[in-house]
Each structure stands twice: as structure tokens, then as C-alpha cells.
């Protein structure tokens, strides 16, 4: 049997096996962004939006729905690597993995093919959840297909790092409270920053996740605080980073290894 | 001739603590046999089996599996490598069927390739109904089997039991006995670890004795025991002792009404004996050794070693 063939059956493998452990626990992993969108966009959407009015020209709903469909797709797919990834760590069944003749670029795929299948897939059940609140109109589908595949990319990388560097549970919650929450909230998910001071708003071109927001609100509104092709250039840089920097931790056996 | 299944040289392991586990070991198996790592808690026989299936990365020294470097040429190594740990290492959630079946796509095969070998590998085991269970919801020794089904999924030709029979009540560890005999009579190699030394008299042919990282004896079982110089045998008689009993030539004494315990020496005859007790109208019932004699050696060249 040629190697190509064992990696690729390996790599599905993987992938189905993460699969299906997100469908197994749908009540823990596909269920709940359901539900907190839902209360956003009754909140903020409904309630709140109201007051407000419009933002850079639509709705307040509107405006709001981009950013928490890509907050449910980063946050799903970074979550679902680093639990799945570390909990196998926890309980040595990553070992499977590593006395077979599995590539790590093999298993990294695998790991963030899985990610993937559940950021996008929660993605799409956000996205219909706020069909009910509001009717979407997509102004490029290829950008919103990109920059969904790319972000879900490059969290599901995030992810994997964290799960190989974790060495206890809390270490797996650290970067998606302190991190990715703060930024998610703060990369323009609820406000244009076109809203902000001037030093506020050059401050807030260094947070990626406003250029991933505003990226995919260019694919479904047609509207952007940034330059879209700056934002798709530095999705791709960090894919390619991200994977380095996943490879070289394999390879080292960090966290595998002893 | 053929490839050796295992060639270990100069392997060493210093841990990021400092401790060394290995202090540059030599070993070669053969491939067909059923070779024993013996040793006393900490010796280096889990580090030595972890650096082989690439769990543990080594120091320096270099280890083959079937004339593939593990480091170098790891994916060709392992190909033919099936790895029993120690410690239960499957996922606790998955069911019994779906981990042999990960396992083997680990190894590039897919399902309709290997359920003929899942199916019968289950019911060799004794798993079988037990498929569609979470691997949490089986006993001890069901995870222990199940683990040895995982490892021969793919049919390696080499493989490796770290420990495979501990916590394991008599019946289970019998026929585990007898399906590792099984496997090693259609070719497979065994390399093992077990604390049990009465499983290593009874089922390897080689044997190498480790400790403190550094190999003290490597040779055949049956060499070994002939270097044991006294062995001690219980008779059980179908008579009464009678207290003129004599066995001239004999270290023995009595243990019970009807039994007697008796210390050979190498050189002296069992049939010496037998013939004595004859001549005093002394029947003997059943006749047994003491101790393990495998286990005698080993504390007295741990011993001696240190």
C-alpha cells in the first residue's frame, strides 16, 4: 500500500472520528450557539436595535447578524480542536495516532478538517436561526465563502496549537476567554468603528478578528470598515503560519513525546 | 536469513529531570520469538518499548523493527508494529467496534478492508458482544483484550506488550496466555514486559533482564534456568511420614503428616529420590516446586547486579 494511500485514509479517518464526536455531544457543540444567537439577536437585534437605528446605512439587525454568524463560526472551530485535541491528550488515546504510521501534517489536517466541519457547520444553523429575524441579501457569495472557509481555518489551527502547548483543562479555556472573547467583542461584531476616535479606530486595525468581521459583512452587506483584500491576505498568512508553527510543535513532540 | 525483528544499540534516555532510564542498552530479537524484558519497577522496560513504538523520543543509540530505524524510517517501523501499553489509552466514549476500526484507518485501511479481521479478533477475545458497548462501560480485563485486539488489527508482525496481563484475575490471564502462544505459533513476534515471571518461564523462549537502564542478562529462558544451582520440590505422599524416613544425600524436611520438602541439587536426581521412598514403601501423591524458579534468579541477579 502506497503511503499517499494510508494518509488519506488516515486523514478521513480523523476527520470522521471528529465528526462524529461533535454530532455524539450535538447538545454541548451545535446546540447552545443556537440558542445564546438567538438571544442576541432578540436582545440586540430586536430590542435594542430599535434605538438604534441604522449603522453605515442598514439596519441595526442587519448590521449585527455578519458578526455573529463569524463569532459562532471562529469560536466553534477553535473549541472544537483544542477540546477534542486535548482531551484525547488527557486520556493517552492520542497514542492511536502515534504509533501508526500517520504524517503529522496528516494528523494536523485531520484535526482541523473536523474544526472545520463544526465552525461551519454552526455557521449555517446561525445563519438560519437569523433568517427568522431578518432577510439576508448576499452581496458576494465567494467573498462570504472564503472568508468562512479561511476563518474557520485559521481557528481550527489556533485550536490545535492549544491543544498540543496545553497541559491541564484550564489551559485549553485560557485563550478563547481572555483572547478571542475580548477581541471577538471588540472586533466591530456589535459596532462600526467608524464610531470610535481616531486613536480607538488605529488601534482596532490591530485586532484581526475586526478585519474577519468586516470581511465577511462585505460578503453578505456590501459594507466594510477595512480594505477586504488586506483582510483575505493576512487569513491566508496566518493559515500558513499557524501550520508551520503546528508542524515544528509535532515534529518536536511537544506535548506528545517525552 | 531473515531481518531480526528488534535491534536495539547503545540506546540511551535522559529525561528533561535529569534521570536516566537508559544507559545505552543492546538487544536483538530474532524475528518468530517470544522474547520477556524483565526488571524491577523503574528499570527502563516501559522507556525502552515506548522509544521502539515512538511514544518516547530517545536520547542517542539507534532501534530497528524489522530492519527499519524507528526515528529515521519511523512510518515503515511502525507499519509493522502493534503496541500494547501499559495504561488503558483508548477513548473512553468510543464503542469497542468503532476503536478497531479507527485504529486501522490509522494504518491506511478502511472498514470493509478489516471487519472480517475486527469480527474475528472480537470473538477470539471474547468481545464480541461486547461491540457496541463505550470502551468505559468494560471490566478491566475486557479493556486489557481490548487493547490486544486494537494492536493486531492491522496484523503486524511484530508485537508489543508492555504488561499485558496485570490486573487480570487467573482464568482471563490463562487465556490470554493461550492467544498470545496462539499469535507467536503463526509468527507474529512478542516482545513483553510483565511482572508476572511465572508468564515469562511459561511463554518466552529468550529473555534479557534490565535494570536501573542497563541490561545484566540477555539469553534463553532454558539457559537461564540451568544456571539456578538448588531448586526445592513438595512432595504430597499418600502415606503418612514416618519419622526414620531417610534420604541420604538430601537436604529435606518435614512440612506436614503427609508432606515433605525436599532441596535438589544441580547434578542430584529426582529419581534418586523417588527410588528411596519406594524402598521405605512411600507413595507419592503429587510433587510441585516451592517458588517460581524463574523468580529466584531474578532477585538473585537484581541482587547481585547491584
Redesign the interface.
Known amino acids: ?1 502506497s ?1 499517499l ?6 486523514f ?3 476527520f ?2 471528529e465528526v ?2 461533535f454530532m ?1 455531544i450535538w447538545m454541548q457543540t451545535l446546540l447552545p450557539p443556537a440558542i445564546t444567537m438567538t438571544l442576541y439577536f432578540v436582545v440586540f437585534g430586536q430590542l435594542i436595535g430599535k434605538r438604534v437605528g441604522e449603522m453605515d446605512g442598514v439596519d441595526y439587525m442587519s448590521f449585527i447578524v455578519p458578526g455573529l454568524i463569524m463569532m459562532s463560526v471562529i469560536t466553534s472551530a477553535y473549541s472544537n480542536v483544542s477540546s477534542s485535541f486535548f482531551s ?1 491528550k488527557f ?3 492520542v ?9 503529522p501534517l496528516t494528523m494536523l489536517f485531520g484535526y482541523v478538517a473536523g474544526g472545520m466541519a463544526r465552525g461551519i457547520g454552526v455557521g449555517i444553523i446561525v445563519t438560519l436561526v437569523s433568517l427568522y429575524f431578518t432577510s439576508l441579501q448576499i452581496h458576494n457569495i465567494w467573498v462570504v465563502i472564503l472568508v468562512v472557509v479561511l476563518a474557520a481555518t485559521v481557528f481550527s489551527l489556533g485550536g490545535f496549537v492549544n491543544g498540543l502547548l496545553a497541559t491541564k483543562f484550564d489551559d485549553v479555556s485560557i485563550v478563547p476567554t481572555f483572547f478571542i472573547a475580548p477581541l471577538t467583542y471588540l472586533g466591530g461584531v456589535f459596532y462600526s468603528i467608524s464610531l470610535l476616535p481616531e486613536f480607538w479606530q488605529k488601534v482596532s486595525l490591530l485586532n484581526p478578528i475586526l478585519h474577519l468581521v468586516n470581511t465577511f459583512r462585505y460578503g453578505v452587506l456590501g459594507i466594510s470598515d477595512i480594505n477586504i483584500m488586506v483582510a483575505l491576505s493576512m487569513l491566508v498568512v496566518f493559515v500558513v503560519l499557524l501550520t508551520l508553527w503546528s508542524l515544528w510543535l509535532l515534529n518536536k ?1 511537544t506535548g506528545l ?2 | 536469513m531473515s531481518v531480526p525483528a528488534l535491534v536495539v544499540k547503545d540506546l540511551t534516555k535522559v ?1 528533561n529531570n535529569g534521570f536516566k532510564a537508559l544507559k545505552g542498552i543492546n538487544l536483538s530479537v530474532q524475528q518468530g520469538d517470544f522474547f520477556a524484558l524483565l526488571g524491577p519497577n523503574g528499570a527502563g522496560k516501559s522507556t525502552t518499548l ?1 522509544i521502539l ?5 530517545k536520547t542517542s543509540g539507534t532501534a530497528e523493527v524489522m530492519g527499519f530505524d524507528v526515528n529515521t524510517e ?3 517501523a ?2 509493522y ?1 502493534g ?1 500494547v ?1 501499559q ?8 464503542k469497542v467496534y ?1 476503536i478497531l476500526i ?2 486501522a ?6 472498514h470493509s478492508q478489516v471487519k472480517d479481521e475486527a469480527e474475528k479478533l472480537l470473538k477470539e477475545l471474547d468481545l464480541w458482544e461486547h461491540r457496541n458497548k463505550q470502551s468505559r462501560m468494560l471490566s478491566g480485563g475486557m479493556k486489557r483484550r481490548l487493547m490486544i485486539a ?1 494492536a493486531l488489527i492491522h496484523k503486524p508482525k511484530v508485537l508489543i506488550l508492555d504488561e499485558p496481563t496485570a490486573g487480570v484475575d487467573i482464568e482471563i490471564r490463562r487465556s490470554m496466555w493461550e492467544f498470545m502462544q496462539e499469535l507467536n505459533n503463526q509468527g507474529t513476534t512478542i516482545i513483553l514486559t510483565t511482572h508476572y515471571l511465572e508468564e515469562a518461564e511459561q511463554l518466552c523462549r529468550n529473555i534479557a533482564i534490565i535494570d536501573e537502564g542497563e541490561i545484566i542478562k540477555s539469553t534463553s529462558v532454558r539457559n537461564l534456568l540451568t544456571q539456578l544451582n538448588t531448586e526445592v520440590f513438595i512432595l504430597d505422599l499418600n502415606t503418612t511420614l514416618p519419622d526414620n524416613v531417610s534420604l541420604e544425600g538430601f537436604d529435606y524436611k518435614r512440612i506436614a503428616e503427609d508432606g515433605l520438602e525436599i532441596t535438589v541439587n544441580r547434578g542430584q536426581s529426582i529419581n534418586h529420590i523417588f527410588a528411596m521412598l519406594t524402598e521405605q514403601n512411600i507413595e507419592v501423591r503429587s510433587m510441585r516446586t516451592k517458588s517460581n524458579r524463574l523468580e529466584e534468579l531474578f532477585v538473585a541477579l537484581v541482587k547481585g547486579y547491584k
Open positions: 500500500m503511503m494511500r494510508i494518509q488519506w485514509v488516515a478521513n479517518t480523523i470522521q472520528k462524529r464526536r455524539r484525547n486520556q493517552h488515546s497514542e492511536e495516532l502515534m504509533v501508526a504510521p500517520v504524517h513532540g513525546r517525552k | 529525561y515506548g513504538s515512538g511514544l518516547v523520543q519511523a512510518f515503515s511502525r507499519r508494529l503496541v501499553p495504561e488503558f489509552n483508548f477513548n473512553q466514549f468510543e468503532d479507527t485504529q484507518g490509522y494504518f491506511g485501511l478502511t486494537r
